[in-house]
């Protein structure tokens, strides 16, 4: 499985756009790129999945560039309610069921 | 209700005592998996189900058994718990493949004295 990296923390503030990025030099072919977010006392909760360019959901929008060793998970004006751990996620469909959670980014909203 | 549920919510053992915790899907999702979070950081995965009565083992399977007889039900015992098993557990379903989406229950938070 690709390893990925994210910052460990982040904050902003009420109705900016944040953006996190992670790497995943060694993505392979078959890969795709999946976001988890979860909040305090709960367990994660599914956000995002894409291969290439562009995805968008009513909750975010995931931006993976032509080499893909790279996304970016991108929220729009966010709200404190958005206060959470971001998962990045990297693997094939057929790799064997195994999501392996990272440490995620911590980010804190701020009013 | 709809959806995927685990109990108890909240546990207290001792060491060396069994403990179970039950996980219940109402989808009929072929997948089911548990995982293990400890404080301030990510989740583990300790075991997977493909189907009932098939099931295998993830990152950190040692001191726990699960099994599967009915599809909505995937049970997690620790046959002998010890401290270091203290841990928020998490139970989570998904249709098709553990890459698709997974969904996640409340948790069970686990104490071993």
Not at chain 2, 25 to 48: E, V
Request: hydrophobic letters at 30%; aromatic letters at 12%.
């Amino acid at each position: 499985l690709a390893k990925t990296t994210q910052p460990i923390s982040m904050d902003s503030y009420e109705g900016q756009e944040v953006n996190i990025t992670c790497s995943h030099n060694n993505i392979a072919t078959n890969d795709y790129i999946t976001w988890y977010q979860q909040f305090p006392s709960q367990g994660p909760r599914f956000i995002i999945q894409g291969y290439k360019t562009k995805v968008t959901n009513e909750v975010a929008s995931l931006f993976i560039p032509a080499d893909r060793k790279s996304s970016t998970l991108s929220l729009p004006r966010v709200s404190l309610s958005d206060t959470a751990v971001y998962y990045c996620l990297v693997g094939a469909h057929n790799a064997g069921n195994m999501l392996t959670f990272g440490g995620g980014t911590r980010l804190m909203v701020k009013p | 209700d709809a959806g995927i549920t685990q109990s108890p919510r909240y546990k207290i053992t001792e060491t060396g005592r069994q403990v179970t915790l039950m996980c219940h899907q109402t989808w009929s999702h072929s997948y089911m998996f548990w995982y293990r979070q400890d404080l301030g950081h990510g989740l583990r995965l300790i075991y997977y189900s493909a189907a009932a009565d098939i099931t295998d083992k993830g990152e950190v399977p040692d001191g726990y058994v699960v099994s599967r007889s009915k599809t909505e039900n995937f049970p997690l015992t620790l046959e002998s718990a010890t401290r270091s098993q203290t841990s928020v557990y998490f139970c989570a379903s998904s249709d098709t493949s553990g890459w698709d989406e997974q969904f996640f229950g409340p948790g069970t938070r686990l104490t071993v004295l």
